[in-house]
Nanobody
Framework: QVQLVESGGGLVQTGGSLRLSCAAS????????MGWFRQAPGKERGFVAA????????KYADSVKGRFTISRDNAKNTVYLQMNSLKPEDTAVYYC???????????????WGQGTQVTVSS
């Protein structure tokens, strides 16, 4: 079992920045690929970014490339999502997940956190 807890969400103006954190406990964090997904009201949960267990490989949704950066610190059992140049369309609940391999579908993830709200005002 892996327990995931997201933090760092909040209200920010258009063009602002936030850094989300996802702290893991339980089984070996460093053996899992990690991902960030988001879900806006009335929409399905969608892929944002993912990172391999070593941090050597990353993937991003086209909508966030160049603005968001995923990283991880295996010594701290934490994965991060640095979000810059935020737009109102980035408003959503953000979830982190743990997977055996880097995946862009949420079906590839075995464990999820409870989510953290990000709201970008125009």
């Amino acid at each position: 079992q892996v327990q995931l807890v997201e933090s760092g969400g909040g209200l920010v103006q258009t063009g602002g920045s936030l850094r989300l954190s996802c702290a893991a406990s339980g089984r070996s964090f460093s053996s899992y690929a990690m991902g960030w997904f988001r879900q806006a009201p009335g929409k399905e949960r969608g892929f944002v970014a993912a990172i391999s267990w070593s941090g050597g490989a990353t993937k991003y949704a086209d909508s966030v490339k160049g603005r968001f950066t995923i990283s991880r610190d295996n010594a701290k059992n934490t994965v991060y999502l640095q979000m810059n140049s935020l737009k109102p369309e980035d408003t959503a609940v953000y979830y982190c997940g743990a997977a055996a391999f880097v995946a862009t579908s949420d079906r590839g993830y075995d464990y999820w956190g409870q989510g953290t709200q990000v709201t970008v005002s125009s």
